[in-house]
Nanobody, 124 residues
Framework: QVQVVESGGGLVQAGGALRLSCAAS????????MGWFRQALGKEREFVAG????????PYADSVKGRFTISRGSAKNTVYLQMNSLKREDTAVYYC?????????????????WGQGTQVTVSS
């Protein structure tokens, strides 16, 4: 059984930074893509960033390009999201997800295992 666990959320002032972490466990991971999504209150879940196994493909949502950076740990079952220059509109529950191999998906359909989410709140 695969488990995905996020950590690192919290309250931060606008312009500040946070680093989210995600760890997957429960099986051997080979070539799995990983992704971050977020869901603000009353809105649909949206893609934030994704990364393939090697780290060579890292698509981002336009709204976070230049501010957020996704990376993968050396153990490959961990992924990070460095969030800089945070804005109030970044406030949401952030979810980590694990997908299959191949092109990195930017939709929820491309991911099989999901974490419970971690709240990120950006205050003005």
């Amino acid at each position: 059984q695969v488990q995905v666990v996020e950590s690192g959320g919290g309250l931060v002032q606008a312009g500040g930074a946070l680093r989210l972490s995600c760890a997957a466990s429960g099986r051997t991971f080979i070539n799995n893509n990983m992704g971050w999504f977020r869901q603000a209150l009353g809105k649909e879940r949206e893609f934030v960033a994704g990364i393939n196994w090697s780290g060579g493909s890292t698509p981002y949502a336009d709204s976070v390009k230049g501010r957020f950076t996704i990376s993968r740990g050396s153990a490959k079952n961990t992924v990070y999201l460095q969030m800089n220059s945070l804005k109030r509109e970044d406030t949401a529950v952030y979810y980590c997800a694990m997908g299959n191999y191949g092109p990195v998906s930017i939709t929820t359909n491309g991911y099989t295992y999901w974490g419970q989410g971690t709240q990120v709140t950006v205050s003005s």
